[in-house]
């Protein structure tokens, strides 16, 4: 057992139950394991948390990131960051969980995430050609449009009943999301 897997099931009991679904002794048993292998990696809950936030925001954004790196083509870069966003629809789950903390490092982990992320599409859109402040525009609409499908998704899952519908919506936001100029 490691440091990364105890924050991946942190992570993901954070997606299903919450940032009370953090909890040391039920993830313990989930993890098939005695808590003093999380006393081994953390000191504290605390810390755990910590480490989740942080597995978040590489999984969240320093991997979709690196893996479009080698993308040349601003329009085809943002093709597939939707794709990578929203290829795990259970990711949004954890997003949405992490919105609603109240806690105050969860709430600066979001801000510090969205704020890299805004970062990042709103330079894809400035190669696209849009001027600073439509590129902020965009930048916003596809991060509502993100953050909104989790919402969608858990208050009315009828809306992507299928993969194939799923994969039918992602393809419209792919193409919703680029200026018509770059479709």
Same mark, same amino acid.
């Given at each position: ?7 991946? #099931?942190?992570? +993901? @009991? ?8 953090? @909890? ?5 048993? !989930?993890?098939?394991?005695? %808590? ?6 953390? %000191? ?5 948390? @910590?480490?989740? /936030? =942080? ?11 690196? &893996?479009? +790196?080698?993308?040349?083509?601003? #329009?085809?870069? /943002? ?14 789950? =954890?997003?949405?969980?992490? &919105? ?8 600066? !982990?979001? =801000? ?10 709103? $330079? #894809? ?9 439509? +590129?902020? $525009?965009? !930048?916003?609409? #596809? ?8 919402? /969608?998704?858990? @208050?009315?899952?009828?809306? !992507?009943?299928?993969?194939? &519908?799923?994969? &039918?919506?992602?393809?419209?936001? =792919? ?9």
């Amino acid at each position: 057992m490691t440091r990364e897997d105890w924050a991946d #099931a942190a992570l +993901a @009991a954070l997606g299903e139950r919450g940032l009370a679904g953090v @909890a040391v002794e039920p993830l313990a048993r !989930a993890l098939g394991v005695t %808590k003093g292998s999380f006393y081994w990696h953390f %000191k504290d809950r605390r810390e755990l948390v @910590a480490a989740a /936030l =942080a597995r978040w925001e590489e999984l969240a954004v320093d991997a979709p990131i690196a &893996a479009l +790196a080698e993308v040349d083509d601003p #329009a085809e870069r /943002l093709r597939r960051l939707v794709a990578i966003a929203w290829e795990r629809p259970e990711h949004l789950r =954890a997003e949405q969980a992490l &919105a609603a903390a109240s806690e105050p490092e969860v709430a600066r !982990a979001v =801000a510090h995430v969205t704020a890299r992320r805004l970062e990042f599409l709103v $330079q #894809a859109y400035r190669e696209l050609g849009e001027p600073p402040a439509r +590129a902020r $525009q965009w !930048a916003a609409t #596809a991060m509502a449009t993100y953050l909104g499908t989790g919402l /969608l998704l858990r @208050a009315a899952p009828e809306v !992507a009943p299928t993969d194939a &519908a799923f994969r &039918a919506l992602v393809r419209h936001f =792919a193409a919703t999301l680029l200026p018509a100029s770059s479709r």
